[in-house]
């Protein structure tokens, strides 16, 4: 383009105007001049194309072509797109069949490079590990649904490593008392099953939700004197509950209202959270998933933990995994123990 000069003005109609650039202005204008013909958009004789409309119709530049007029454009970095003759532009030599197939290649690739290999999507920018943002978020849900599904079958390949224990308590207040406690073995055996009198009447909302009323309670044991026989199955062993920090810590309360000690659980395992990850309601809010209700669960502590029992044989019984997971056990041995997960499931 030619070097900014002053505006060549003279009178018109409508103001003043310039005999190089061909604007129009009320006023005198304070700019330069471009030193080319500024065609306004849809006034562009036909003749005048941008190099991009150039390569377009398969020509280039000429040597040492010059442009012949602007066209006002915010994007350009001057505030100008050129404008050049097509009569002066030269025809663009083919491409090789060669150079057209390593082109069409390298095009193919960078698309994969931007395609989702989960979804399809084609984004405009190179995709970090191949996944979109969807894609990368399915990713996650399908592994923390496989682990929770490792997490099952390791457990039941273990069975006498832990209980599952479940509470009904009398509200979920400081102050409210365990009134039923139930201890299940994996096998599914009644460890302890018993209904616990507390030290004030029943409230009615809690009665509500697990129908255990005062004169339900009126002859059982106190928890002090249930306690040597939750210790008795619980002692160094894991403890799997439905909603672990809950029933923990109302179990902590009640041994410190007995002044005794907590009993000493080798650790406890969580199977609302695992199911939370299986079940994949996943919560952008929270950033994490939405817990669950309890499949199958009655309100009472060994109904619950049956329906704990149940759950975990749901989960281990899943087919999307294929490959053993459980540690020890042989490629051999694998099919038949995952069929025995399958048919407890059913039952």
């Given at each position: 383009m030619a070097a900014m000069?002053?505006?060549?003005?003279a009178r018109s109609d409508y103001g003043f105007a310039c005999a190089?650039?061909?604007?129009?202005?009320?006023?005198?204008?304070?700019?330069?001049?471009?030193?080319?013909?500024?065609?306004?958009?849809?006034?562009?004789?036909?003749?005048?194309?941008?190099?991009?409309?150039?390569?377009?119709?398969?020509?280039?530049?000429?040597?040492?072509?010059q442009p012949a007029g602007l066209l006002p454009s915010s994007q350009a970095l001057d505030g100008y797109w050129r404008l050049y003759d097509v009569n002066q532009a030269?025809?663009?030599?083919?491409?090789?069949?060669?150079?057209?197939?390593a082109l069409a290649k390298?095009?193919?690739?960078?698309?994969?490079?931007?395609?989702?290999?989960?979804?399809?999507?084609?984004?405009?920018?190179?995709?970090?590990?191949?996944?979109?943002?969807?894609?990368?978020?399915?990713?996650?849900?399908?592994?923390?649904?496989?682990?929770?599904?490792?997490?099952?079958?390791?457990?039941?390949?273990?069975?006498?490593?832990?209980?599952?224990?479940?509470?009904?308590?009398?509200?979920?207040?400081?102050?409210?008392?365990?009134?039923?406690?139930?201890?299940?073995?994996?096998?599914?055996?009644?460890?302890?099953?018993?209904?616990?009198?507390p030290s004030k009447p029943m409230p009615r909302d809690g009665t509500a939700i697990h129908k255990i009323t005062d004169a339900m309670v009126a002859g059982d044991p106190t928890f002090s004197e249930v306690y040597p026989a939750l210790v008795g199955v619980t002692q160094g062993k894991s403890i799997v509950t439905y909603n672990a920090s809950a029933d923990r810590a109302m179990l902590q309360r009640e041994c410190k209202r007995h002044n005794?000690?907590?009993?000493?659980?080798?650790?406890?395992?969580?199977?609302?959270?695992?199911?939370?990850?299986?079940f994949g309601d996943w919560s952008d809010y929270w950033g994490d998933y939405r817990f669950q209700k309890l499949p199958g669960g009655d309100h009472t502590a060994i109904g619950d933990c049956r329906a704990t029992l149940k759950l975990m044989h749901d989960m281990a019984a899943t087919n999307e995994q294929g490959p053993c997971v459980v540690p020890g056990m042989s490629e051999e041995a694998w099919p038949a123990w995952l069929n025995k997960q399958k048919e407890t499931a059913s039952k």
């Open positions: 000069t002053a505006h060549q003005l190089i650039c061909g604007q129009q202005w009320r006023n005198q204008p304070a700019s330069r001049c471009p030193g080319l013909r500024v065609y306004s958009w849809g006034a562009v004789p036909e003749h005048l194309k941008t190099q991009t409309r150039l390569k377009q119709m398969g020509l280039k530049l000429a040597d040492g072509q030269v025809p663009r030599p083919k491409a090789s069949a060669a150079r057209t197939a390298a095009r193919e690739a960078q698309r994969q490079y931007r395609t989702c290999k989960r979804c399809g999507f084609v984004d405009t920018q190179r995709l970090p590990e191949g996944l979109c943002v969807s894609g990368l978020r399915d990713e996650v849900l399908a592994k923390d649904r496989a682990d929770a599904i490792a997490w099952a079958r390791e457990l039941l390949a273990a069975p006498g490593d832990w209980v599952i224990l479940d509470l009904e308590a009398t509200g979920l207040g400081a102050e409210d008392e365990i009134i039923q406690i139930g201890v299940l073995a994996p096998s599914g055996e009644v460890l302890l099953d018993t209904l616990i009198r005794l000690p907590k009993p000493g659980a080798a650790r406890w395992m969580c199977t609302m959270n695992v199911y939370a990850a299986y």
